[in-house]
Protein backbone atom coordinates (compact mmCIF):
# COMPACT_ATOMS: atom_id res chain seq x y z
CA UNK A 1 0.00 0.00 0.00
CA UNK A 2 2.44 2.27 1.01
CA UNK A 3 4.48 1.76 -2.28
CA UNK A 4 1.21 2.54 -3.89
CA UNK A 5 0.94 5.72 -2.50
CA UNK A 6 4.80 6.44 -3.26
CA UNK A 7 4.46 5.62 -6.82
CA UNK A 8 1.28 7.52 -7.11
CA UNK A 9 3.09 10.45 -5.33
CA UNK A 10 6.06 10.28 -7.93
CA UNK A 11 3.61 9.86 -11.10
CA UNK A 12 2.33 13.73 -10.16
CA UNK A 13 5.42 14.96 -9.54
CA UNK A 14 7.09 13.90 -12.60
CA UNK A 15 4.02 15.32 -14.75
CA UNK A 16 5.31 18.83 -13.37
CA UNK A 17 8.71 18.11 -15.50
CA UNK A 18 7.79 19.37 -18.28
CA UNK A 19 6.50 22.59 -16.83
CA UNK A 20 9.76 22.48 -14.90
CA UNK A 21 12.05 22.06 -17.21
CA UNK A 22 11.04 24.22 -19.95
CA UNK A 23 10.58 27.66 -17.41
CA UNK A 24 13.54 26.96 -15.50
CA UNK A 25 15.78 26.86 -19.02
CA UNK A 26 13.95 29.54 -20.48
CA UNK A 27 12.38 31.96 -17.70
CA UNK A 28 14.48 31.19 -14.63
CA UNK A 29 18.50 30.87 -15.69
CA UNK A 30 18.08 33.90 -18.14
CA UNK A 31 16.21 35.85 -15.47
CA UNK A 32 18.69 35.12 -12.94
CA UNK A 33 21.43 35.67 -14.86
CA UNK A 34 20.36 38.99 -15.87
CA UNK A 35 19.83 39.50 -12.18
CA UNK A 36 23.44 38.62 -11.62
CA UNK A 37 25.12 40.83 -14.53
CA UNK A 38 23.77 43.83 -12.61
CA UNK A 39 26.28 42.95 -9.81
CA UNK A 40 29.12 41.17 -12.23
CA UNK A 41 28.83 43.75 -15.51
CA UNK A 42 31.36 45.14 -16.26
CA UNK A 43 33.04 44.39 -12.44
CA UNK A 44 32.01 43.05 -9.62
CA UNK A 45 30.22 45.23 -7.35
CA UNK A 46 27.67 47.64 -6.59
CA UNK A 47 28.98 49.97 -9.29
CA UNK A 48 25.83 50.20 -11.67
CA UNK A 49 23.97 50.66 -8.71
CA UNK A 50 25.98 53.59 -7.44
CA UNK A 51 25.69 54.66 -10.91
CA UNK A 52 22.09 54.25 -11.62
CA UNK A 53 21.39 56.46 -8.13
CA UNK A 54 23.92 58.72 -8.54
CA UNK A 55 23.79 59.85 -12.25
CA UNK A 56 20.98 62.62 -12.69
CA UNK A 57 19.33 61.50 -15.63
CA UNK A 58 18.97 58.18 -14.47
CA UNK A 59 17.40 59.35 -10.79
CA UNK A 60 14.94 61.57 -14.00
CA UNK A 61 13.50 58.08 -15.00
CA UNK A 62 13.38 56.76 -11.85
CA UNK A 63 11.19 59.41 -10.40
CA UNK A 64 9.13 59.60 -13.63
CA UNK A 65 8.49 55.99 -13.49
CA UNK A 66 6.92 56.22 -10.29
CA UNK A 67 5.09 59.19 -10.59
CA UNK A 68 3.55 58.30 -13.73
CA UNK A 69 2.73 55.41 -12.10
CA UNK A 70 1.35 57.10 -9.33
CA UNK A 71 -1.05 59.45 -11.15
CA UNK A 72 -2.42 56.62 -12.97
CA UNK A 73 -3.39 54.79 -10.29
CA UNK A 74 -4.85 57.60 -9.05
CA UNK A 75 -6.75 58.61 -11.93
CA UNK A 76 -7.59 54.84 -12.54
CA UNK A 77 -8.99 54.55 -9.14
CA UNK A 78 -11.15 57.57 -9.74
CA UNK A 79 -12.55 56.90 -12.92
CA UNK A 80 -13.08 53.07 -12.16
CA UNK A 81 -14.67 53.24 -9.24
CA UNK A 82 -18.38 54.97 -10.47
CA UNK A 83 -18.14 52.02 -13.16
CA UNK A 84 -17.71 49.31 -10.24
CA UNK A 85 -20.54 50.70 -8.13
CA UNK A 86 -23.19 51.57 -11.55
CA UNK A 87 -22.13 48.04 -12.21
CA UNK A 88 -23.01 47.05 -8.83
CA UNK A 89 -25.91 48.82 -8.61
CA UNK A 90 -27.25 47.78 -12.00
CA UNK A 91 -26.25 43.89 -12.14
CA UNK A 92 -28.98 44.31 -15.46
CA UNK A 93 -29.62 46.80 -18.02
CA UNK A 94 -27.23 49.44 -17.71
CA UNK A 95 -24.34 47.86 -15.24
CA UNK A 96 -24.24 45.12 -18.07
CA UNK A 97 -23.63 47.59 -20.58
CA UNK A 98 -20.95 48.94 -18.30
CA UNK A 99 -19.11 45.63 -18.16
CA UNK A 100 -19.60 44.85 -21.38
CA UNK A 101 -17.20 47.86 -22.62
CA UNK A 102 -15.11 47.41 -19.54
CA UNK A 103 -14.50 43.77 -20.99
CA UNK A 104 -14.69 44.78 -24.57
CA UNK A 105 -11.81 47.59 -23.80
CA UNK A 106 -9.80 45.28 -22.17
CA UNK A 107 -9.61 42.35 -24.68
CA UNK A 108 -8.67 44.87 -27.62
CA UNK A 109 -4.92 44.72 -28.74
CA UNK A 110 -3.01 46.92 -26.16
CA UNK A 111 -1.05 48.27 -29.89
CA UNK A 112 -4.50 48.79 -31.94
CA UNK A 113 -5.73 50.74 -28.69
CA UNK A 114 -2.53 52.42 -27.80
CA UNK A 115 -2.36 53.92 -31.88
CA UNK A 116 -5.72 55.01 -31.66
CA UNK A 117 -4.72 57.17 -28.72
CA UNK A 118 -1.93 58.33 -31.03
CA UNK A 119 -4.18 59.48 -33.71
CA UNK A 120 -6.72 61.49 -31.04
CA UNK A 121 -4.72 63.17 -29.35
CA UNK A 122 -2.47 64.09 -32.15
CA UNK A 123 -2.35 67.92 -32.63
CA UNK A 124 -4.73 67.77 -35.68
CA UNK A 125 -7.09 65.03 -34.06
CA UNK A 126 -10.27 64.48 -33.33
CA UNK A 127 -10.06 65.81 -29.64
CA UNK A 128 -8.05 69.36 -30.55
CA UNK A 129 -10.83 69.40 -33.20
CA UNK A 130 -13.76 69.26 -31.04
CA UNK A 131 -12.17 71.35 -28.64
CA UNK A 132 -11.35 74.38 -31.05
CA UNK A 133 -15.40 73.83 -32.61
CA UNK A 134 -16.80 74.30 -28.53
CA UNK A 135 -14.19 76.77 -28.65
CA UNK A 136 -12.96 75.98 -25.51
CA UNK A 137 -8.87 76.58 -27.28
CA UNK A 138 -7.83 78.47 -30.40
CA UNK A 139 -4.64 76.14 -30.53
CA UNK A 140 -3.82 72.69 -30.82
CA UNK A 141 -2.88 71.27 -27.20
CA UNK A 142 0.08 69.52 -27.25
CA UNK A 143 -1.62 66.31 -25.99
CA UNK A 144 0.93 63.82 -26.83
CA UNK A 145 4.56 62.97 -26.71
CA UNK A 146 4.85 64.29 -23.55
CA UNK A 147 3.40 63.33 -19.52
CA UNK A 148 -0.01 64.09 -20.36
CA UNK A 149 -0.43 62.01 -23.27
CA UNK A 150 1.12 58.91 -21.28
CA UNK A 151 -1.50 59.68 -18.17
CA UNK A 152 -4.31 59.45 -20.32
CA UNK A 153 -2.95 56.55 -22.74
CA UNK A 154 -2.09 54.55 -19.55
CA UNK A 155 -5.18 55.03 -17.32
CA UNK A 156 -7.56 54.23 -20.29
CA UNK A 157 -5.95 50.87 -20.12
CA UNK A 158 -5.76 50.55 -16.80
CA UNK A 159 -9.60 51.08 -15.68
CA UNK A 160 -10.48 47.84 -16.48
CA UNK A 161 -7.71 46.24 -13.74
CA UNK A 162 -9.69 48.66 -11.11
CA UNK A 163 -13.21 48.01 -12.01
CA UNK A 164 -12.91 44.12 -11.85
CA UNK A 165 -11.64 43.85 -8.22
CA UNK A 166 -13.52 46.43 -6.66
CA UNK A 167 -16.90 45.56 -8.62
CA UNK A 168 -16.05 41.60 -7.07
CA UNK A 169 -15.59 43.35 -3.44
CA UNK A 170 -18.51 46.08 -3.88
CA UNK A 171 -21.22 43.20 -4.65
CA UNK A 172 -19.68 41.06 -1.77
CA UNK A 173 -20.81 44.07 0.80
CA UNK A 174 -24.29 43.48 2.53
CA UNK A 175 -26.64 46.23 1.66
CA UNK A 176 -28.20 45.11 5.12
CA UNK A 177 -24.77 47.11 6.17
CA UNK A 178 -25.66 50.27 4.72
CA UNK A 179 -29.47 49.94 5.64
CA UNK A 180 -28.57 50.17 9.16
CA UNK A 181 -26.58 52.77 8.89
CA UNK A 182 -29.11 54.91 7.33
CA UNK A 183 -31.82 53.55 10.17
CA UNK A 184 -29.84 54.64 12.99
CA UNK A 185 -29.95 57.99 11.27
CA UNK A 186 -26.77 58.60 9.50
CA UNK A 187 -27.03 60.77 6.18
CA UNK A 188 -26.36 59.51 2.62
CA UNK A 189 -23.08 61.50 3.12
CA UNK A 190 -21.90 59.81 6.17
CA UNK A 191 -23.29 56.06 5.23
CA UNK A 192 -20.77 56.86 1.70
CA UNK A 193 -18.06 58.27 3.57
CA UNK A 194 -17.77 56.27 6.98
CA UNK A 195 -19.67 53.13 5.80
CA UNK A 196 -19.69 52.16 1.83
CA UNK A 197 -15.80 53.30 1.35
CA UNK A 198 -14.20 51.78 4.28
CA UNK A 199 -15.60 48.74 3.55
CA UNK A 200 -15.13 49.40 -0.69
CA UNK A 201 -11.50 49.65 0.74
CA UNK A 202 -9.62 46.08 0.42
CA UNK A 203 -11.19 46.39 -3.37
CA UNK A 204 -9.68 49.62 -3.65
CA UNK A 205 -6.60 48.91 -2.68
CA UNK A 206 -5.72 45.45 -4.16
CA UNK A 207 -6.86 47.06 -7.70
CA UNK A 208 -4.55 50.08 -7.03
CA UNK A 209 -2.22 48.37 -6.21
CA UNK A 210 -2.60 45.99 -8.96
CA UNK A 211 -2.48 49.10 -11.22
CA UNK A 212 0.33 50.74 -9.94
CA UNK A 213 2.86 47.58 -10.14
CA UNK A 214 1.18 46.94 -13.33
CA UNK A 215 2.10 50.64 -14.44
CA UNK A 216 5.85 50.65 -13.68
CA UNK A 217 6.37 47.89 -15.99
CA UNK A 218 4.22 49.19 -18.51
CA UNK A 219 6.89 49.49 -22.13
CA UNK A 220 4.22 49.80 -25.18
CA UNK A 221 2.15 52.70 -24.07
CA UNK A 222 4.69 55.02 -22.28
CA UNK A 223 7.20 54.50 -25.44
CA UNK A 224 4.59 55.28 -28.23
CA UNK A 225 2.50 58.16 -25.99
CA UNK A 226 5.55 59.94 -24.16
CA UNK A 227 8.29 62.26 -25.28
CA UNK A 228 11.77 62.14 -24.98
CA UNK A 229 11.51 63.75 -21.36
CA UNK A 230 9.00 61.32 -19.89
CA UNK A 231 11.26 58.05 -20.26
CA UNK A 232 10.21 55.37 -18.12
CA UNK A 233 12.41 52.45 -16.50
CA UNK A 234 11.06 49.76 -19.10
CA UNK A 235 12.00 52.00 -21.90
CA UNK A 236 15.34 53.22 -20.23
CA UNK A 237 16.09 49.16 -19.90
CA UNK A 238 15.31 48.61 -23.54
CA UNK A 239 17.25 51.72 -24.85
CA UNK A 240 20.03 50.90 -22.50
CA UNK A 241 20.18 47.19 -24.08
CA UNK A 242 19.30 47.85 -27.70
CA UNK A 243 21.43 51.04 -27.95
CA UNK A 244 23.87 51.28 -25.86
CA UNK A 245 24.55 47.46 -25.54
CA UNK A 246 24.67 48.60 -21.64
CA UNK A 247 23.70 45.44 -20.30
CA UNK A 248 25.39 46.54 -16.64
CA UNK A 249 23.10 49.55 -16.46
CA UNK A 250 20.04 47.76 -17.69
CA UNK A 251 20.22 45.14 -15.50
CA UNK A 252 20.27 46.97 -12.55
CA UNK A 253 17.38 48.85 -13.59
CA UNK A 254 15.71 45.37 -14.03
CA UNK A 255 16.92 44.18 -10.68
CA UNK A 256 15.26 47.07 -9.33
CA UNK A 257 12.24 47.08 -11.26
CA UNK A 258 11.33 43.42 -10.30
CA UNK A 259 12.45 43.59 -6.66
CA UNK A 260 10.06 46.65 -6.39
CA UNK A 261 7.09 44.46 -8.61
CA UNK A 262 7.96 41.30 -6.25
CA UNK A 263 7.47 43.33 -3.26
CA UNK A 264 4.31 44.71 -4.34
CA UNK A 265 2.79 41.49 -5.37
CA UNK A 266 3.44 40.06 -2.22
CA UNK A 267 1.60 42.93 -0.56
CA UNK A 268 -1.11 42.26 -2.83
CA UNK A 269 -1.90 39.01 -1.92
CA UNK A 270 -1.29 39.44 1.55
CA UNK A 271 -3.93 42.09 1.76
CA UNK A 272 -6.16 39.51 -0.56
CA UNK A 273 -6.11 36.70 2.17
CA UNK A 274 -6.73 39.30 5.36
CA UNK A 275 -9.32 41.00 3.47
CA UNK A 276 -13.10 40.25 4.81
CA UNK A 277 -14.70 40.49 1.89
CA UNK A 278 -12.62 38.16 -0.64
CA UNK A 279 -13.59 35.52 1.88
CA UNK A 280 -16.63 36.20 1.12
CA UNK A 281 -16.62 35.48 -2.00
CA UNK A 282 -14.09 33.06 -2.29
CA UNK A 283 -11.67 34.85 -3.58
CA UNK B 1 -28.96 52.50 0.57
CA UNK B 2 -26.15 53.05 -1.96
CA UNK B 3 -26.65 49.15 -3.00
CA UNK B 4 -29.51 49.35 -3.91
CA UNK B 5 -31.52 51.22 -7.04
CA UNK B 6 -34.43 52.14 -4.96
CA UNK B 7 -32.91 53.99 -2.30
CA UNK B 8 -30.97 56.89 -4.23
CA UNK B 9 -32.37 59.65 -5.36
CA UNK B 10 -32.92 61.08 -8.79
CA UNK B 11 -30.42 63.34 -8.52
CA UNK B 12 -27.13 61.34 -7.42
CA UNK B 13 -29.06 58.60 -10.17
CA UNK B 14 -28.98 60.46 -13.15
CA UNK B 15 -24.98 62.04 -11.68
CA UNK B 16 -23.80 58.18 -11.59
CA UNK B 17 -25.79 57.71 -15.85
CA UNK B 18 -23.82 61.00 -16.87
CA UNK B 19 -20.32 60.23 -15.44
CA UNK B 20 -20.24 56.49 -15.79
CA UNK B 21 -21.55 57.12 -19.52
CA UNK B 22 -18.76 59.18 -19.89
CA UNK B 23 -16.35 57.00 -18.75
CA UNK B 24 -17.61 54.65 -21.12
CA UNK B 25 -17.29 56.74 -24.10
CA UNK B 26 -13.79 57.12 -22.85
CA UNK B 27 -13.06 53.30 -22.92
CA UNK B 28 -15.10 52.77 -26.24
CA UNK B 29 -13.89 55.51 -27.94
CA UNK B 30 -10.80 54.58 -29.19
CA UNK B 31 -11.82 51.34 -30.68
CA UNK B 32 -14.47 53.12 -32.31
CA UNK B 33 -12.61 55.68 -33.93
CA UNK B 34 -9.56 52.66 -34.96
CA UNK B 35 -12.28 50.90 -37.01
CA UNK B 36 -13.87 54.15 -38.22
CA UNK B 37 -10.98 55.30 -40.10
CA UNK B 38 -9.20 52.11 -41.48
CA UNK B 39 -12.02 53.08 -43.80
CA UNK B 40 -11.78 56.73 -43.82
CA UNK B 41 -9.92 58.46 -47.17
CA UNK B 42 -7.92 60.77 -45.33
CA UNK B 43 -4.35 59.81 -45.09
CA UNK B 44 -3.90 62.13 -42.10
CA UNK B 45 -6.87 60.24 -40.31
CA UNK B 46 -9.12 63.15 -40.18
CA UNK B 47 -12.30 62.46 -39.01
CA UNK B 48 -15.11 62.64 -39.91
CA UNK B 49 -13.45 60.98 -43.39
CA UNK B 50 -13.66 62.87 -46.50
CA UNK B 51 -14.68 59.69 -47.88
CA UNK B 52 -14.89 56.03 -47.06
CA UNK B 53 -12.89 53.63 -49.21
CA UNK B 54 -11.53 49.92 -48.88
CA UNK B 55 -8.09 51.36 -50.13
CA UNK B 56 -6.38 50.97 -46.98
CA UNK B 57 -6.98 47.76 -47.38
CA UNK B 58 -6.25 46.90 -50.65
CA UNK B 59 -2.78 48.58 -49.38
CA UNK B 60 -2.43 46.49 -46.51
CA UNK B 61 -3.66 42.57 -48.27
CA UNK B 62 -1.12 44.16 -52.07
CA UNK B 63 1.75 44.63 -49.80
CA UNK B 64 3.59 41.39 -49.34
CA UNK B 65 5.54 42.48 -45.98
CA UNK B 66 2.33 42.61 -43.95
CA UNK B 67 1.00 39.76 -45.41
CA UNK B 68 4.37 37.86 -44.39
CA UNK B 69 4.00 39.09 -40.86
CA UNK B 70 0.43 38.44 -40.25
CA UNK B 71 0.91 34.67 -41.65
CA UNK B 72 4.45 34.42 -39.42
CA UNK B 73 1.96 35.84 -36.42
CA UNK B 74 -0.13 33.40 -36.86
CA UNK B 75 2.36 30.76 -36.94
CA UNK B 76 3.61 31.56 -34.06
CA UNK B 77 0.71 31.73 -31.96
CA UNK B 78 -0.92 28.45 -33.44
CA UNK B 79 2.38 27.03 -32.37
CA UNK B 80 2.81 28.34 -29.05
CA UNK B 81 -1.04 27.83 -28.15
CA UNK B 82 0.01 24.19 -28.75
CA UNK B 83 2.92 23.64 -26.72
CA UNK B 84 1.93 25.87 -23.95
CA UNK B 85 -1.51 23.99 -23.43
CA UNK B 86 0.93 20.44 -23.91
CA UNK B 87 2.97 21.74 -21.02
CA UNK B 88 0.14 23.19 -19.15
CA UNK B 89 -1.80 20.13 -19.27
CA UNK B 90 0.20 17.46 -17.05
CA UNK B 91 0.76 20.19 -14.84
CA UNK B 92 -2.63 21.14 -13.97
CA UNK B 93 -3.22 17.60 -13.47
CA UNK B 94 -0.10 17.80 -10.75
CA UNK B 95 -1.36 20.76 -8.69
CA UNK B 96 -4.78 19.91 -8.31
CA UNK B 97 -4.18 16.46 -7.81
CA UNK B 98 -1.13 15.72 -6.31
CA UNK B 99 -0.58 15.51 -2.76
CA UNK B 100 3.04 17.01 -2.25
CA UNK B 101 4.34 20.05 -0.30
CA UNK B 102 5.17 23.20 -1.85
CA UNK B 103 2.06 22.93 -4.25
CA UNK B 104 1.09 26.58 -3.56
CA UNK B 105 4.71 27.73 -3.99
CA UNK B 106 4.93 25.45 -7.26
CA UNK B 107 2.00 27.53 -8.92
CA UNK B 108 3.31 30.93 -8.05
CA UNK B 109 6.22 29.86 -9.64
CA UNK B 110 4.56 28.73 -12.60
CA UNK B 111 2.57 32.13 -12.70
CA UNK B 112 5.62 34.26 -12.35
CA UNK B 113 5.78 35.15 -15.92
CA UNK B 114 2.45 36.79 -15.81
CA UNK B 115 3.65 38.54 -12.48
CA UNK B 116 7.52 39.84 -13.87
CA UNK B 117 7.18 42.69 -15.89
CA UNK B 118 7.11 41.35 -20.24
CA UNK B 119 10.33 44.09 -20.57
CA UNK B 120 12.27 41.98 -18.49
CA UNK B 121 11.12 38.43 -19.56
CA UNK B 122 12.05 40.00 -23.17
CA UNK B 123 15.60 41.25 -21.86
CA UNK B 124 16.88 38.20 -20.06
CA UNK B 125 15.69 35.81 -23.15
CA UNK B 126 16.79 38.02 -25.50
CA UNK B 127 20.05 38.11 -23.97
CA UNK B 128 20.04 34.29 -24.06
CA UNK B 129 19.08 33.82 -27.59
CA UNK B 130 21.40 36.46 -29.32
CA UNK B 131 24.46 34.11 -27.21
CA UNK B 132 23.27 31.18 -28.83
CA UNK B 133 22.84 33.26 -31.95
CA UNK B 134 19.02 32.12 -32.30
CA UNK B 135 17.46 35.92 -32.15
CA UNK B 136 15.43 36.89 -35.34
CA UNK B 137 14.10 32.88 -35.65
CA UNK B 138 10.96 31.02 -35.09
CA UNK B 139 12.34 29.15 -32.12
CA UNK B 140 13.03 32.47 -30.12
CA UNK B 141 9.91 33.66 -31.12
CA UNK B 142 8.04 30.53 -30.24
CA UNK B 143 9.84 30.30 -27.17
CA UNK B 144 9.73 33.22 -25.46
CA UNK B 145 5.98 33.62 -26.42
CA UNK B 146 5.47 30.46 -24.65
CA UNK B 147 6.97 31.49 -21.32
CA UNK B 148 4.11 34.44 -20.93
CA UNK B 149 1.63 31.77 -22.94
CA UNK B 150 1.92 28.74 -20.12
CA UNK B 151 0.20 30.77 -17.21
CA UNK B 152 -2.87 31.70 -19.11
CA UNK B 153 -3.16 28.02 -20.21
CA UNK B 154 -2.79 26.62 -17.08
CA UNK B 155 -5.13 28.61 -14.97
CA UNK B 156 -7.82 27.63 -17.52
CA UNK B 157 -6.99 23.98 -17.34
CA UNK B 158 -6.74 24.53 -13.80
CA UNK B 159 -10.17 25.97 -13.09
CA UNK B 160 -12.39 23.39 -14.96
CA UNK B 161 -10.24 20.63 -13.71
CA UNK B 162 -10.94 21.89 -9.95
CA UNK B 163 -14.73 21.55 -11.23
CA UNK B 164 -14.56 18.27 -12.40
CA UNK B 165 -16.15 15.54 -10.25
CA UNK B 166 -13.12 13.01 -9.81
CA UNK B 167 -15.72 10.15 -8.91
CA UNK B 168 -16.89 10.04 -11.52
CA UNK B 169 -13.21 9.37 -13.34
CA UNK B 170 -13.09 7.06 -10.15
CA UNK B 171 -16.37 5.63 -11.02
CA UNK B 172 -14.74 4.47 -14.85
CA UNK B 173 -11.88 2.70 -12.78
CA UNK B 174 -14.23 0.73 -10.60
CA UNK B 175 -15.95 -0.37 -14.00
CA UNK B 176 -12.63 -1.52 -15.25
CA UNK B 177 -11.13 0.54 -17.10
CA UNK B 178 -7.28 2.00 -15.96
CA UNK B 179 -6.42 4.97 -14.59
CA UNK B 180 -5.16 6.10 -17.63
CA UNK B 181 -8.09 4.79 -20.08
CA UNK B 182 -10.39 6.74 -17.46
CA UNK B 183 -8.49 9.93 -18.23
CA UNK B 184 -8.19 10.15 -21.78
CA UNK B 185 -12.13 8.63 -22.34
CA UNK B 186 -14.00 10.25 -19.27
CA UNK B 187 -11.72 13.28 -17.83
CA UNK B 188 -10.40 15.04 -21.12
CA UNK B 189 -13.69 15.02 -22.66
CA UNK B 190 -15.49 16.69 -20.16
CA UNK B 191 -12.80 19.28 -19.41
CA UNK B 192 -12.46 19.51 -23.15
CA UNK B 193 -13.93 23.19 -23.24
CA UNK B 194 -12.03 24.37 -20.46
CA UNK B 195 -8.34 23.18 -22.19
CA UNK B 196 -9.43 24.74 -25.64
CA UNK B 197 -10.35 27.87 -23.64
CA UNK B 198 -6.61 27.63 -22.22
CA UNK B 199 -5.06 27.13 -25.99
CA UNK B 200 -7.24 29.86 -27.14
CA UNK B 201 -6.28 32.52 -24.40
CA UNK B 202 -2.65 30.85 -25.29
CA UNK B 203 -2.86 32.03 -28.87
CA UNK B 204 -4.23 35.77 -27.79
CA UNK B 205 -1.28 36.26 -25.84
CA UNK B 206 1.19 35.26 -28.25
CA UNK B 207 -1.36 37.38 -31.39
CA UNK B 208 -0.71 40.26 -29.09
CA UNK B 209 2.50 40.27 -27.84
CA UNK B 210 4.40 43.00 -28.24
CA UNK B 211 7.80 43.91 -26.06
CA UNK B 212 9.55 40.50 -26.32
CA UNK B 213 8.60 40.33 -30.15
CA UNK B 214 10.09 43.29 -30.82
CA UNK B 215 13.84 42.18 -29.17
CA UNK B 216 13.52 39.13 -31.03
CA UNK B 217 12.69 40.10 -34.40
CA UNK B 218 14.49 40.61 -37.31
CA UNK B 219 14.10 42.49 -40.79
CA UNK B 220 13.23 39.41 -42.00
CA UNK B 221 11.05 37.96 -39.52
CA UNK B 222 8.44 39.90 -37.53
CA UNK B 223 5.20 39.60 -36.46
CA UNK B 224 2.03 41.90 -37.19
CA UNK B 225 2.89 43.76 -34.00
CA UNK B 226 6.34 44.18 -34.89
CA UNK B 227 5.55 45.08 -38.14
CA UNK B 228 2.99 47.55 -36.50
CA UNK B 229 5.22 49.35 -33.99
CA UNK B 230 7.95 49.78 -36.56
CA UNK B 231 5.88 51.17 -39.27
CA UNK B 232 4.44 53.31 -36.15
CA UNK B 233 7.62 54.71 -34.79
CA UNK B 234 7.81 56.41 -38.96
CA UNK B 235 4.58 57.59 -39.54
CA UNK B 236 0.72 57.21 -38.59
CA UNK B 237 -0.51 55.60 -41.89
CA UNK B 238 -3.90 54.25 -41.50
CA UNK B 239 -2.48 50.72 -42.95
CA UNK B 240 -1.80 50.54 -39.21
CA UNK B 241 -5.53 51.39 -38.68
CA UNK B 242 -6.39 48.43 -40.93
CA UNK B 243 -3.84 45.85 -39.85
CA UNK B 244 -5.44 47.17 -36.07
CA UNK B 245 -9.27 46.51 -36.81
CA UNK B 246 -7.97 42.86 -37.98
CA UNK B 247 -6.01 42.66 -34.79
CA UNK B 248 -9.57 43.61 -32.80
CA UNK B 249 -11.55 41.55 -34.37
CA UNK B 250 -9.50 38.43 -34.45
CA UNK B 251 -9.17 39.27 -30.74
CA UNK B 252 -12.62 39.72 -30.09
CA UNK B 253 -13.84 36.38 -31.79
CA UNK B 254 -10.92 34.57 -29.93
CA UNK B 255 -11.72 35.77 -26.80
CA UNK B 256 -16.21 35.02 -27.25
CA UNK B 257 -15.40 31.51 -28.03
CA UNK B 258 -12.75 31.12 -25.57
CA UNK B 259 -15.80 32.20 -23.09
CA UNK B 260 -18.27 30.25 -24.27
CA UNK B 261 -16.20 27.82 -24.22
CA UNK B 262 -15.68 28.22 -20.44
CA UNK B 263 -18.89 28.87 -19.50
CA UNK B 264 -19.87 25.54 -21.18
CA UNK B 265 -17.25 23.88 -18.63
CA UNK B 266 -18.86 25.47 -15.69
Not at chain 1, 33 to 49: C, D
Not at chain 1, 174 to 189: F, I, K, T
Not at chain 2, 116 to 127: D, E, G
Not at chain 2, 183 to 188: H, L, P, Q, S
Request: glycine letters at 6%; one cysteine or more.
Amino acid sequence: MSARIYSQKWKDTSLLLPILLFLGIFFLIPLISLLVQSVTEPTLGLVNFTELLATSTYVQVLANTFLVATLVTLFAVLLGFPLAWCITLFPSGWGRFLLNVVLLSMWTSLLARTYSWLVLLQSSGVLNKMLMAIGIIDQPLELVHNLTGVIIGMTYIMIPFVVLPLQASMSAIDPMVLQAASVCGASARTVFFRVFLPLCKPGIFSGALMVFVMSLGYYVTPALLGGVSNMMLPEFIVQQVQNFLNWGIASAAASILIAVTLVMFYIYLKVQTESPTSSHTGG
Amino acid sequence: MLLTQQSLGWRIKSALYLITGSIAAFLAMPIFFIVALSFGSSQWLVFPPPHWTTKWYERFFDNPQWIDAALTSLQVATVTSIVATLIALPASFALVRGKFRGRDYLYSLFTLPMIVPVVIIAVATYSMFLSLGLTGTLVAFIISHVIVAVPFAMISIINSLKLFDKSIENAAVICGASRLQAIFKVTFPSIKPGIFAGALFAFLVSWDEVVISVMMASPELQTLPVKMWSTLRQDLTPVIAVASTLLIFLSLFIMLAANILRKRSQ
